[in-house]
């Protein structure tokens, strides 16, 4: 009597292909765009997702410093870091963030929707963030990828 075996697949670094998109930050919420913007890192759109493995695709996010915030997170939002040192707390507001660094607020709202551990900074590296619209990733051939198709 012959059964069946069913068998789950699961993904490893030779058999993840992986692509290049293009999203553009421009007129977008951070919030949702950088929510959409892990997903695809991660690789959660793909039928293999496996999650202990790196099988996300390359992002790059161009305008990045285009984004608009909702309510009154422009003037209210302050990020935190910490030297180490008693009294080594300093406070940065997001529009001194956008003056000095204007890539860096969707860099640190992508980067918190990643995993905490090895493979989160790991994907970490395939987000490439421009402030403008131009890149220097044209030898890969990243395809356009609009945020509105992704659920």
Known sequence: MKSL?????SAN???VKKQWFIVDAKDQVLGRVASKVAFILRGKHKPYFTPHVDC???V???NADKFIL????MADKKYVSHSGY???QKFTSIENMLKKHPERAMEKAVKGMLPKNRLGR????NLHVNSGTEHEHEAQKPEVLDLNTIK
Do not use: H, M
């Open 122 to 125: 790991e994907l970490f590296r």
């Open 60 to 62: 790059i996010i161009i």
């Open 13 to 15: 670094k030779e058999t």
């Open 5 to 9: 075996k069913y068998r789950t697949v």
């Open 56 to 58: 996300g695709d390359n």
């Open 70 to 73: 909702t309510g009154n997170k």
């Open 86 to 88: 008693p009294g080594g």
